[in-house]
């Protein structure tokens, strides 16, 4: 089991920059990605719809036999974990609670930010959680709708980006916090210019980074790394991976290799958890 | 017949603009609106994926005894008209056409300008409707990526929604367009910026405003229009329809009545046009 890959699910690119974190971390597993680009975004639905799309998701990715599943998406983390814990039996790792307890360990003066996307800050889920850490820590969020886009268009240092970032960033400076969460995987793109607003002596926490460390952690503790590199990664979509292929190899810097795009919603979650075949047909045209 | 209602469509909020146009010239008729809100936006999804879920749409709405379907969005109308046309047997209007026409009617020098999504740029519906109707039309194509969700952050005067629009309106102005289609529902909201970035002698087109004149045409032919008024408007989402009031009431400047959540994916488009009857689910917690 310890040679089974890891599987990582977002609702479209942004995990990647959890990928990037967990493989540099450890480059001998296996990963196996899947990205719900038909379904992007997460970060504007309801709890409900979400919950919903991140069962299936999890549902294709435990066809793989896959020995851990991380959840590459505060979206999916903040509303759906319990729900998919339940569900599953193998370890699921989310990236609100790695980022929430460093957060918590690290402010000097209590004062935390986090910044993320709407459905994740009305969760209150980073909140929660770094209260259950400290409880007299002052939690500050800003939702920021306009950097998914941003990031996704490749404004990662354009000075629209610095004024949105100035517009979103200023209520959390002005409560004068030294820690801010990015708390949606896309932020990490936007990093320089973040950190640029915010100034050095906020420290920036990237969720994906966090959950890498507590992926190692579980490994350890259950001796599960595997024993040899088993093959490349690959790369799952739900739509045609056109624009997630220039997108990824945008935040990758690298090529994308064995990208294939699925279909994973004609059957229902009970059906993928009793492992329907049908699950994995290849997207066809309609008409 | 003529009392039935008319069906419109979007993947989300967008096809408002539409809704408010259609209502504008014909305020005694029903009008059925559906947003696709679980699945927004389809503007950067593959060709086939909007079809299918055009379709699913579609079929919703013919369930209500439409009299026609207008589809509100652009990249629905660009890839996905003729399949619907083939599908379901009532007149289905699209905005790219009546866009387009008009279009080639009033351009003085013969250099018309399109910003869309990036789906509608790649199909090149307008290059091709446009050129179809006056062959020696020179027609230039921008993607806006970044307006849609501007529009509903509801930056619609935020200078860096000016910004933004110089940088992508610059190659158009460039090429010395006159007239310039706003070919995706969402833009209309950001009309007064638009205009004022391209300079008051280039004619701004409302696809929205283009398509309702076809529609009192239609009517007008088929002498179909309603004897009176037969009850409110409804307003159908895929997703919690909290964001979607939200967006709906700033685009709208009204208050939104009789809107209600729906599923609509849970059956495949065959058994929609059969005319399955689970198809009006109620959203429910799969928690």
Redesign the interface.
Known sequence: MKDWPIGIFDSGVGGLTVYRAVKKLLPNEKIIYLGD???IPYG??????V??YA?QDAAFLIKYSVKMLVIACNTISSV?I??LKLAFSVPILGVIEPGAKRAASITRNGRVGVIAT?ATVESDAYKIAIKACQPEIDVFSQAC??F???A??GWSSH??TK??AQ?YLKPLIDQKIDTLVLGCTHYPILRNIIQEIVGKNVTLLDSGECVAAEVVDLLQQQKAFASSKNGDDLFYVT??G??FRRTAELFLGEELKNLT?VDI??T??TANVLGSLDMLTE?????
Chains 1, 2 share one sequence.
């Open positions: 680009t038909a379904r504007t639905r309801s709890p409900s719809t919950k919903r069962h759906a319990e729900s709407e709708p306009l998914v886009p941003l996704e268009e000075h629209v004024l949105v517009e739509d045609s056109k624009r795009a919603w004609q229902d979650t997207l066809s045209d309609i008409h």
